[in-house]
């Protein structure tokens, strides 16, 4: 099986838990309203121990995105510092001058 599912902050979840014949179920309905999507809605389900294993990874890859940001950010930032120690030449042509503490 694939599935390739693109949650924005406009989907709308759902969960529910039941039980049928052969066990525990567990699952997880969306719907999104995409102009000229076919795919505007689903459900995922499985047993409760895979649900939770698939909530674990989905916390997991959250994590790592976030982190992922942080450290592009932190990287753009020294890039930049670096840059202006680099080149100290005075961006204006003005000049300004601070008093030295005493």
């Known amino acids: ?8 902050d406009a989907t709308e979840l759902r969960a529910h838990g039941f039980v049928a014949a052969s066990g525990l179920f567990a699952e997880v309905q969306w719907d999104f309203s995409r102009h000229g999507s076919r795919l505007s809605e689903g459900t995922l389900w499985g047993t409760p121990a895979m649900m939770r294993q698939l909530a674990e990874l989905a916390v997991q890859a959250a994590i790592q995105a976030e982190e992922e940001a942080c450290w592009q950010a932190r990287q753009h930032a020294s890039a930049a510092a670096w840059t202006l120690q680099a080149d100290p030449s005075p961006r204006s042509s003005g000049t300004s001058t601070v008093p030295s503490p005493r």
């Open 1 to 8: 099986m694939n599935i390739n599912l693109h949650l924005t």
